[in-house]
């Protein structure tokens, strides 16, 4: 039986959660780098069930017990419109929170850990790399039935669990400042990379000035929109449950979807050294319109739907835009494994930055398109 990582007895603290039947072991499962991550195997009447158990990292999510409102919140308003629509698989179709013992949605240990646990979602699985057009329309349909699920979320406004993160006003001040200050004497190696982020301040309120005046809602948004953050059925291969959701908070649906045409688009590695292999497969970009807009188009604004082609090329910039700022800064946020990781990782975005704003015009005539 494994039940010690990172200092932890997993098989103690999943005896805090109400499970039915007896514990047989809880090992270390899949490669996240946040959370510890542990699957449960449990002895049941009705045969062995899985649980996933989990314990919030609270160097990165500093306020874990707000985070852990926000996922209460959601998985429960999830579940219940997906039982509610009548839907013949709910169970598969949503995260649901085990209750500990206390009743409570989270539990917290003598060290001030907190963790929650997960019913298993059996046969379906994530994939690290968007291998076709398949994958993409899958993924952002998924993403797409999320936002939808949470569209008409009532009662307060959910925690931001990481506050001002897609806020790309504040990531290129914070470029500023690190140009001006250059403390590593840094920015002489950069010069093509600061002059095309300066050239696109003018792009970067876009979307922030929108939320403002009410021009773009603010929605219910996952925020990792990583093809990995979604359970593909292992037969159909359809997206079956989008995981991962230390991240949602108030937002806009054009961060989610950017996020996906970053992630999903382009057949090069983040880091890829060799820029001619970085660009926006179109095909990749048709595929992620159909999905997303299949279950997302009954709650769009026109002016949200307008925006989808831009907002690739925002949150693309806005990442590039972090390495860029990190190496300045002299690599004190990204894990690097060579010394111009973050500098070869802000040329691989603003490489796609270049090709998406080649293709903007299909891509936009495509969104309009009926």
């Known amino acids: 039986m494994m039940t010690a990582h990172a200092g932890y007895d997993a098989v103690a603290i999943a005896r805090e959660?109400?499970?039915?039947?007896?514990?047989?072991?809880?090992?270390?499962?899949?490669?996240?780098?946040?959370?510890?991550?542990?699957?449960?195997?449990?002895?049941?009447?009705?045969?062995?069930?899985?649980?996933?158990?989990?314990?919030?990292?609270?160097?990165?999510?500093?306020?874990?017990?707000?985070l852990m409102a926000n996922v209460e919140r959601v998985c429960a308003h999830t579940y219940a419109k997906l039982k509610q629509s009548g839907a013949p698989d709910a169970d598969r179709r949503t995260l649901r929170l085990i209750p500990t013992l206390a009743s409570k949605a989270w539990h917290i240990d003598a060290a001030g850990n907190r963790w929650r646990c997960y019913h298993f979602i059996e046969d379906a699985t994530g994939h690290d790399v968007v291998r076709s057009p398949e994958q993409a329309y899958a993924a952002a349909k998924s993403f797409g039935a999320f936002q939808a699920l949470l569209a008409d979320l009532t009662g307060d406004r959910l925690h931001e669990t990481i506050p001002d993160f897609h806020h790309t006003p504040s990531r290129f001040a914070r470029f500023q400042q690190a140009l001006a200050?250059?403390?590593?004497?840094?920015?002489?190696?950069?010069?093509?990379?600061?002059?095309?982020?300066?050239?696109?301040?003018?792009?970067?309120?876009?979307?922030?000035?929108?939320?403002?005046?009410?021009?773009?809602?603010?929605?219910?948004?996952?925020?990792?929109?990583?093809?990995?953050?979604?359970?593909?059925?292992?037969?159909?291969?359809?997206?079956?449950?989008?995981?991962?959701?230390?991240?949602?908070?108030?937002?806009?649906v054009l961060y989610d979807f950017g996020d996906l045409v970053r992630t999903s688009t382009s057949p090069a590695a983040e880091d890829e050294t060799d820029l001619s292999k970085v660009r926006m497969q179109?095909?990749?970009?048709?595929?992620?319109?159909?999905?997303?807009?299949?279950?997302?188009?009954?709650?769009?604004?026109?002016?949200?739907?307008?925006?989808?082609?831009?907002?690739?090329?925002?949150i693309t910039f806005e990442i590039g835009l972090r390495f860029l700022t990190d190496w300045l800064e002299g690599d004190t946020y990204f894990k690097i494994k060579r010394p111009t990781h973050n500098l070869d990782r802000a040329r691989t975005q603003f490489k796609l930055v270049e090709s998406i704003e080649d293709q903007l015009p299909a891509m936009q005539a495509l969104v309009a398109s009926p």
């Open 17 to 66: 959660f109400s499970l039915s039947g007896e514990i047989v072991s809880a090992s270390p499962y899949g490669s996240g780098h946040i959370n510890d991550t542990f699957k449960v195997e449990v002895k049941a009447e009705g045969g062995p069930r899985r649980y996933v158990l989990q314990r919030i990292n609270h160097n990165v999510f500093r306020r874990p017990d707000e």
């Open 181 to 252: 200050k250059d403390t590593h004497g840094r920015a002489a190696a950069a010069v093509p990379e600061i002059a095309f982020a300066l050239a696109r301040a003018h792009e970067v309120t876009v979307v922030v000035d929108a939320l403002r005046d009410g021009t773009l809602p603010e929605r219910v948004t996952h925020n990792d929109t990583k093809l990995n953050n979604v359970l593909l059925d292992d037969v159909t291969q359809e997206g079956v449950c989008v995981i991962d959701l230390d991240t949602v908070m108030p937002g806009s």
């Open 282 to 314: 179109f095909p990749m970009f048709e595929a992620l319109v159909k999905g997303y807009l299949e279950s997302a188009d009954g709650f769009l604004t026109p002016k949200e739907k307008e925006l989808l082609p831009f907002a690739g090329k925002l």
